[in-house]
């Protein structure tokens, strides 16, 4: 078995780590940080210059290769590795996996002249820039090219000798044999978002854009779609059966993702105004029934004459609905207000049973007291 063969456990690790198929960010999802040991194992070398010591290191974070050399006989030092086919050298960032690891050093013979070719073939594709043949001998660093191949219907992500995926940048251990590497593909899929099945929605229903499958995006956000009296708060996914909330980053999966809009109905702080400094608050959603608040405030010479919403007055205690609005609107009840020397006899026995109706709801008088001037102030 070959050097890239015993290897292909870990080289699937990290595709399915760097080309995930995965969600993420949906509602709920909390991480740990976890640090584990990052060690090194000399495999018969010595330092030169620098030893390594044991670091801690939290999962998933990158730190910098440290500076120093090996020395072995008969081998020149190349680079570090953990998965004895990609090379970390001096300089380079490492990205600690989620478990403890060793690095080991990756040695070339003194004198080696075996040279084996890495080229690279275009599947089908054309060559946007050339990827040029790579010739070395084994243990050295081949560096991955850029993704450079276009092929209609599919997006290039990294390149593959048919069993290990290489990402373009990273250094890739050169083999003791001829390799070939093609593009690795991913085809590109639409991404559908769907209002819901509502007769109240404001303008488009549905919308799509497409994506290349594992490309990493951030879903639409709560302005996609607008309803009246609700607010966008996040999109169940049909391919997963999981929520995700606006702008949660999202991998696309190799096939067609639809999102419906999760909807919950919007909250206001319905103002009942008096005056600038006088304000009275309820808090409702859409569809709620509230009773109109009495008025707490007084205005000297004048007699407090209702609540006006949209040209039409509401008494206290009067039911109100809370209408559907759009969001950033909102709902305020101004003041009416009538001048005493403007109100007849008859106007003025009303607003007093008006008070005297607060009064008794405020616990000030008696259901007795209440009735008392009320007879009264209907007999008058």
């Not at 660093?141 to 450079?148: E, G, Q, S, T």
């Amino acid at each position: 078995m070959n050097l890239f063969s015993k290897c292909f456990s870990v080289a699937t690790a990290i595709t399915l780590s760097m080309c995930s198929m995965s969600a993420v960010s949906s509602f709920g999802e909390t991480a740990e940080k976890v640090s584990y040991t990052l060690s090194f194992d000399l495999d018969g070398g010595t330092y030169v210059d620098y030893d390594f010591p044991d670091m801690t290191i939290e999962g998933s974070s990158s730190i910098l290769i440290p500076e120093g050399e090996l020395e072995k006989d008969g081998y020149y030092f190349s680079g570090w590795t953990y998965d004895n086919y990609i090379m970390y050298q001096e300089g380079d960032a490492f990205k600690m996996p989620e478990s403890d690891t060793v690095l080991s050093p990756v040695w070339f013979k003194e004198g080696d002249k075996d040279f084996h070719t890495v080229t690279y073939d275009a599947d089908g594709g054309e060559f946007l820039e050339p990827a040029d043949e790579v010739s070395s001998v084994a243990g050295l660093a081949v560096l991955i090219p850029k993704d450079v191949v276009q092929k209609e219907g599919f997006q290039q992500c990294g390149w593959t000798d048919g069993e290990r995926i290489f990402q373009k940048g990273q250094k890739m251990i050169a083999p003791s044999y001829d390799l070939v590497l093609y593009p690795v593909w991913r085809a590109w899929h639409n991404v559908n978002y769907l209002a819901g099945d509502f007769d109240d929605v404001i303008g488009g229903t549905a919308v799509s854009f497409e994506k290349f499958a594992t490309q990493s995006f951030e879903l639409a956000d709560n302005t996609r779609f607008a309803r009246k009296g609700y607010n966008l708060s996040g999109w169940h996914c049909e391919n997963d059966g999981k929520d995700y909330l606006t702008s949660a980053t999202y991998i696309m999966p190799d096939e067609e993702a639809y999102f419906t809009a999760i909807w919950n109905p919007l909250t206001y702080n319905v103002k009942f105004s008096a005056s600038l400094t006088q304000i009275t608050k309820v808090k409702a959603s859409y569809g709620d029934t509230i009773t109109v608040p009495e008025c707490e405030f007084t205005k000297s010479g004048y007699v407090f004459a209702g609540w006006t919403y949209k040209g039409k007055t509401y008494w206290p205690n009067d039911k109100f609905e809370i209408p559907a609005l759009l969001k950033g609107e909102s709902i305020s009840f101004g003041c009416k207000w009538v001048k005493e020397s403007d109100i007849s006899d008859e106007q003025l026995n009303c607003f007093s049973l008006i008070d005297a109706k607060r009064a008794y709801k405020n616990g000030e008088i008696t259901l007795e007291e209440l009735q008392k001037q009320a007879d009264f102030l209907l007999n008058k």
